[in-house]
Antibody, heavy 121, light 106 residues
Framework: EVQVMESGGGLVQPGGSLRLSCAVS????????VNWVRQAPGKGLEWVSS????????YFADSVKGRFTISRDNSKSTVYLQMNSLRVDDTATYFC??????????????WGQGTLVTVSS | DIQMTQSPSSLSASVGDRVTITCRAS??????LNWYQQEPGKAPKLLIY???TLQTGVPSRFSGGGSGTEFTLTINSLQPEDFATFYC?????????FGPGTKVDI
């Protein structure tokens, strides 16, 4: 069974930065894309970003484009979401989810428990 | 972006009931439609992908159907652990978009 674990959330001031990490178990980590999905308190799910299995292709929601970057280290089976210029409306629980697809989002098969990011002064 | 809508937004049901949730896309998405279940305070869980394929380990009382712009999620004989919020998601085009969710409660 694939295990997904996020870390790195916390309280940050508007305009600040935070880096989230997502560790994924399993021997075929580099074969699959990984996504970040967020959920503001009491709200629905919003896809944020994804990165292909090889790390060469990434995609972003318009709401974070130019502020967030995504990367992966396949030797550590870990994906990173670097969040800069954070805004109050970025406050959410951020879930990491391993995709079944290798390049573009297809379906999110394995999810972590999420890490809370709070942007507030 | 493709807009996803769900109906109803919430419903009340009883154990043993048959429940159907509808998801509509603003344009055709073939069968690139997934369903997720989220219990309060927990991560979403994949139920169905490709509109009608049951994810491994998901009980057979869940079923999905549809293609193009209209899709359904049906739960036969609702169980206590099924009371949750259900989301559809399209992955036909980027960005992948979720529906607003349907909350199923007692």
């Amino acid at each position: 069974e694939v295990q997904v674990m996020e870390s790195g959330g916390g309280l940050v001031q508007p305009g600040g930065s935070l880096r989230l990490s997502c560790a994924v178990s399993g021997r075929t980590f580099s074969s699959y894309a990984v996504n970040w999905v967020r959920q503001a308190p009491g709200k629905g799910l919003e896809w944020v970003s994804s990165i292909s299995g090889g790390g060469g292709t990434s995609y972003f929601a318009d709401s974070v484009k130019g502020r967030f970057t995504i990367s992966r280290d396949n030797s550590k089976s870990t994906v990173y979401l670097q969040m800069n210029s954070l805004r109050v409306d970025d406050t959410a629980t951020y879930f990491c989810a391993r995709d079944r697809g290798g390049v573009k989002p297809y379906f999110l098969e394995s999810w972590g428990q999420g890490t809370l990011v709070t942007v507030s002064s | 972006d493709i807009q996803m809508t769900q109906s109803p937004s919430s419903l009340s049901a009883s154990v043993g009931d048959r429940v159907t949730i509808t998801c509509r896309a603003s344009q055709s998405i073939s069968t690139y439609l997934n369903w997720y279940q989220q219990e309060p305070g927990k991560a979403p869980k994949l139920l169905i992908y490709d509109a009608s394929t049951l994810q491994t380990g998901v009980p057979s009382r869940f079923s999905g159907g549809g293609s193009g712009t209209e899709f359904t999620l049906t739960i036969n004989s609702l169980q206590p652990e099924d009371f949750a919020t259900f989301y559809c998601q399209q992955t036909y085009t980027l960005p992948p978009t979720f529906g607003p969710g349907t909350k199923v409660d007692i």
